[in-house]
């Protein structure tokens, strides 16, 4: 029997869209900290809330981006954020005060949740439905891809480049993204999916309809550790520049992703072997030990050892966490178990990151870098009680499902 395609045009041209916009939000990420302190005197807290503002708008759009797209349709939806995705590129040009910054990253924000959340959507309509989870494991390599090319670049632009060629390069990724996404064919809706909808909207609004609540649980265990990991995102070019390791800061994120992507496969193996907590529980101990190197780096082979331990151990971490609240969920109901993840996730990121900038500000960010292992090791109790404690008793139910259908 023949497979059903997955790299379909539609499915290539998203795929393409999507990484340029998480290239650009990678970009931005980790040289806007540096561009606030440096060029417009803000402190590390201001740089924390410009990240913070940016995931806040995101978080807080995709259930109306959500709602709208059932209103106006993807296409609508898709192309309006990718217009405003562009426009909020553009107005970096023109901004020279952390308030004006402030304003841009909000507006940036509403235009990257309303398009990613129109590009999840879209490529599990792409998708055929025998293919799904294998063509998803391939949409996100494009976030991951972007997660190592964006900082790379970013770190070099601000860096060496100057400001215009930053924000310059920031307006033509955003610019691709839509000249990728902006001429797709739109397969049309599904009349049972329109069905569905309508008998949606009749029963009226119910928290089901935006949150997936047997992910909820794991999302916020996830959003904890993404706290930490925000201080990465948003911090760790600015404390390279301040313990004189400017030159090799851009490598930390491709150093990282090398030892994530090496150790994934293994990691994906093992998950579905031995379950989560036996690739979990390792992971949470990995990160916490990269955090106290981090903390205590003051050469290169030390900064960029700390990059290769998170990789093992958060950036293997992360997808089976992400892994465990899909599998809860129902199947039709996985798309929004997946929302329902990431925006919680995001909350720890934004929080985070603007919470890290005053703590920083206050005790320094290597100090907060060695304390955060503590904050990370007191995740495993979490962990076992959100969710690692039930392993056992789902091992039990599976098995005799399995027994019971035959299986």
């Known amino acids: 029997m023949n497979k059903e395609p997955l790299w379909t045009k539609g499915f290539i041209q998203i795929w393409i869209s999507n990484f340029f916009l998480f290239m650009t939000f990678y970009f931005l990420l980790v040289s806007l900290p540096i561009y606030a302190i440096r060029e417009l005197n803000g402190k590390q807290s201001t740089a924390g809330l410009i990240v913070t503002v940016f995931i806040i708008t995101a978080i807080i759009i995709r259930p109306i981006a959500g709602n709208l797209m059932q209103k106006f349709g993807k296409k609508a939806i898709f192309i309006t954020s990718l217009l405003i995705f562009l426009l909020a590129a553009i107005f970096y040009l023109f901004t020279d005060s952390i308030e004006g910054l402030l304003v841009v990253r909000a507006l940036h924000g509403i235009g990257f949740g309303m398009a990613t959340t129109a590009t999840g959507t879209i490529v599990a309509d792409i998708l055929p439905s025998s293919r799904r989870g294998e063509g998803m494991?391939?949409?996100?390599?494009?976030?991951?891809?972007?997660?190592?090319?964006?900082?790379?670049?970013?770190?070099?632009?601000?860096?060496?480049?100057?400001?215009?060629?930053?924000?310059?390069?920031?307006?033509?990724?955003?610019?691709?993204?839509?000249?990728?996404?902006?001429?797709?064919?739109?397969?049309?809706?599904?009349?049972?999916?329109?069905?569905?909808?309508?008998?949606?909207?009749?029963?009226?609004?119910?928290?089901?309809?935006?949150?997936?609540?047997?992910?909820?649980?794991i999302s916020i265990v996830a959003a904890m550790f993404g706290i930490v990991y925000s201080s990465i995102l948003s911090f760790v070019s600015v404390y390279a520049e301040n313990i004189g390791l400017v030159s090799v800061s851009g490598y930390f994120f491709v150093v990282y992703a090398i030892f994530m992507l090496m150790a994934r496969p293994f990691a994906g193996k093992w998950f579905d072997r031995y379950g989560a907590n036996k690739i979990v529980y390792p992971c949470i101990?990995?990160?916490?030990?990269?955090?106290?190197?981090?903390?205590?780096?003051?050469?290169?082979?030390?900064?960029?050892?700390?990059?290769?331990?998170?990789?093992?151990?958060?950036?293997?971490?992360?997808?089976?966490?992400?892994?465990?609240?899909?599998?809860k969920a129902a199947p039709q109901r996985r798309g929004l178990a997946t929302a329902t993840f990431l925006s919680i996730f995001d909350i720890g990121i934004g929080f985070g990151s603007y919470i890290v900038?005053?703590?920083?500000?206050?005790?320094?960010?290597?100090?907060?870098?060695s304390l955060s292992s503590i904050y990370i090791l007191i995740g495993i109790v979490f962990y076992y009680y959100l969710h690692g404690k039930m392993i056992g008793k789902e091992t039990i139910v599976t098995k005799k499902e399995k027994y019971n259908t035959g299986a």
Do not use: H, R
Not at 357 to 369: E, P, V
């Open 357 to 369: 900038g005053i703590i920083g500000d206050a005790i320094g960010l290597n100090t907060f870098y």
């Open 137 to 217: 494991g391939y949409y996100s390599m494009s976030m991951n891809l972007a997660m190592v090319v964006g900082p790379f670049i970013g770190l070099q632009a601000i860096n060496s480049w100057g400001n215009t060629t930053l924000f310059t390069l920031a307006l033509i990724f955003a610019f691709l993204a839509i000249l990728t996404g902006g001429f797709m064919k739109f397969e049309p809706v599904v009349e049972t999916e329109t069905v569905e909808k309508e008998n949606n909207s009749k029963k009226g609004f119910k928290f089901e309809q935006i949150m997936e609540n047997t992910a909820v649980k």
């Open 285 to 327: 101990v990995l990160f916490a030990i990269g955090m106290i190197v981090l903390g205590m780096a003051q050469s290169e082979w030390m900064f960029l050892l700390s990059a290769a331990l998170i990789g093992l151990g958060y950036g293997s971490m992360f997808p089976c966490l992400q892994t465990i609240a899909i599998q």
